[in-house]
């Protein structure tokens, strides 16, 4: 048998996002930040075309990015409902990553390889702030998928979309395990 990290594998297998509403204040600074973005970028990445790149958002840019959610909201007709659920996960926010697809041209890699890699980022960025003790969710929501958005927001390129929001905090309360999926339902099993 190959040698194990046991602590590794226990983590993986109890590990718990928290819920962006229970995040508050403080956020891991730049110097707590810099080890948990390292770690994401060791992400699988085929062809190593690095597909995805991070804005880190804090400060008063939350607020201006609530703002335009909105002024998007409003434009796109969404309810207020919708708007307010939107603005809300930048409004409580003391930190967030956006995880920048940001796919290149290449004749081996597929971009939806590149779109596996941006996600694979995201979870693994997630998890480097778990394991750093911070709590954290990952997040998207309609807002992230709208073009004006992502270009007057975050001054992304027409090609470029929003894989993830990961909102890094303090955790005021661990949530409940939850349910989880049935391993014999979801899995088979090809020997021959």
């Not at 928290?18 to 730049?30: F, G, S």
């Not at 959610?69 to 307010?84: F, P, Q, Y």
């Not at 779109?115 to 969710?137: E, H, I, K």
Request: glycine residues 6%.
């Amino acid at each position: 048998m190959p040698p194990r990290n046991d602590a590794a594998l226990d983590f993986l297998l109890t590990r718990r996002s928290r819920p962006a509403k229970t995040l508050t204040a403080p956020a891991p600074d730049k110097t707590a930040l810099v080890p948990i973005l390292t770690a994401a970028a060791r992400s699988p990445d085929h062809g190593k075309l690095e597909p995805w790149r991070f804005v880190v958002i804090e400060g008063t840019a939350l607020a201006r990015l609530a703002g335009l959610v909105r002024e998007r909201g409003a434009a796109l007709g969404k309810t207020g409902e919708e708007i307010e659920k939107a603005q809300a996960q930048f409004l409580n926010s003391p930190l967030c990553v956006a995880v920048i697809e940001s796919p290149k041209v290449s004749p081996k890699i597929p971009e939806i390889e590149q779109t596996y890699s941006a996600g694979a980022v995201c979870l693994a960025l997630l998890n480097a702030a778990l394991a750093a003790g911070w709590g954290a969710n990952w997040l998207s929501g309609w807002a992230s998928h709208d073009a004006n958005f992502r270009k007057e927001g975050l001054n992304l390129a027409e090609h470029e979309r929003i894989a993830g929001l990961i909102h890094i905090g303090t955790e005021t309360s661990a949530p409940p395990e939850r349910p989880r999926p049935d391993l014999e339902a979801i899995t088979t099993w090809i020997s021959d």
